[in-house]
């Protein structure tokens, strides 16, 4: 069946601009995750999703990242007014239920100019 | 503290041989889940192998199989038969309840290089 999907897989952006990072889940999955990737911090964890509600934020590194999931289904990651330090792969993940084990899409580069 | 560690930045094996990739992880709860996850140069992450903490046996899929020492608090993932297609970054990650169960936490990673 489909993995999880992402897009664009590629970004480029000035900054300033809003930039949004799109995620389609596998198909029947509940729950879903953001997280970030970045050659100085590693993988990092962005937020998690419940069906469309949001009970972990705690990893969206300031109020300038936002995520909403609409329809338990598809998930979109923006941020606003881009740094340079938001240069990074952004991967998202589903499970089927809280606390199965999670499948990665293939990411989004986003690239801060 | 680190909650993951990888202390090998590289590995190199030559193809058909076996390798251990490393990974040790600090957690106080005592249900805990460990995972490798392997992530070629294309990017995408792809799970190979997981481990509750109250498994009784090591996890074992494929030419994957993990090591798991819950004394010593590591859980090393052990590829059999290298084959040219391994190459590649692994990733050993954790999931523990005083983090909430949702959220992985990842080590720094293992780059590992097969060779012919």
């Known amino acids: 069946g489909a993995g999880v999907s992402q897009s664009p897989s590629n970004k480029v952006t000035e900054k300033g601009k809003d930039v949004e990072l799109r995620c389609d889940p596998i198909?029947?999955?509940?729950?879903l995750y953001w997280y970030r990737q970045s050659l100085g911090q590693g993988l990092e964890f962005l937020i998690y999703?419940?069906?469309?509600?949001?009970?972990?934020k705690s990893g969206l590194p300031s109020d300038r990242f936002s995520a909403e999931r609409t329809g338990g289904s598809v998930s979109t990651l923006t941020i606003q007014r881009t740094q340079q330090e938001d240069s990074a792969v952004y991967l998202c993940?589903?499970?089927?239920?809280?606390?199965?084990?999670?499948?990665f899409g293939p990411g989004t580069r986003l690239t801060v100019l | 503290a680190q909650k993951i560690t990888q202390t090998q930045p590289g590995m190199f094996v030559q193809e058909k041989e076996a390798v251990t990739l490393d990974c040790t992880y600090d957690?106080?709860?005592?249900?805990?889940?460990l995972f490798w996850y392997k992530q070629p140069s294309s990017g995408e992450m792809i799970f190979l192998i997981y481990q509750g903490s109250y498994d009784q046996q090591n996890a074992t899929e494929g030419r994957y199989s993990l090591n798991f020492q819950k004394a010593r608090k590591s859980a090393n993932l052990v590829i059999s038969a290298s084959q040219l297609g391994d190459s590649a970054m692994y990733f050993c990650a954790m999931r523990e309840p005083s983090g909430g169960y949702n959220k992985l936490i990842f080590g720094a990673g293992t780059r590992l290089a097969v060779h012919p």
């Open positions: 198909s029947g999955h509940t729950a």
């Open positions: 957690t106080s709860d005592p249900s805990y889940g």
């Open positions: 993940a589903s499970s089927l239920a809280y606390a199965d084990t999670q499948y």
């Open positions: 999703f419940q069906g469309n509600s949001a009970p972990d």
